[in-house]
């Protein structure tokens, strides 16, 4: 978990959703789940977008070629 105002790892993390969100989170997580290594992610944001959390699947293989991370996600990917 990365918080990336601060680029700071989270170490705990409490996350409240509205049902829509809820329900288009599960939407977007089934989609990604389709395809775990396909280099793509999805956002929840407020209405407003005052807010907004962005996620996607990591796995062994997106590790191993990097993908597009940056430096400080690869180093948080990394923490126990």
């Given at each position: 978990?990365l918080?990336a105002?601060?680029?700071?790892?989270?170490k705990n993390?409490?996350?409240y959703?509205?049902?829509?969100e809820?329900?288009?989170?599960r939407?977007e997580?089934d989609?990604?789940?389709?395809?775990p290594?396909?280099n793509?992610?999805?956002?929840?944001?407020?209405?407003?977008?005052?807010r907004?959390i962005?996620?996607?699947i990591l796995?062994p293989?997106?590790?191993?070629?990097g993908?597009?991370?940056?430096?400080?996600e690869?180093k948080?990917f990394?923490e126990?």
């Amino acid at each position: 978990m990365l918080d990336a105002d601060k680029n700071q790892s989270v170490k705990n993390l409490q996350l409240y959703l509205t049902t829509s969100e809820a329900e288009y989170f599960r939407k977007e997580l089934d989609r990604l789940l389709l395809d775990p290594e396909a280099n793509d992610h999805s956002h929840i944001g407020a209405d407003d977008m005052s807010r907004e959390i962005s996620f996607s699947i990591l796995t062994p293989q997106k590790l191993r070629v990097g993908f597009n991370y940056a430096e400080l996600e690869r180093k948080i990917f990394e923490e126990p």
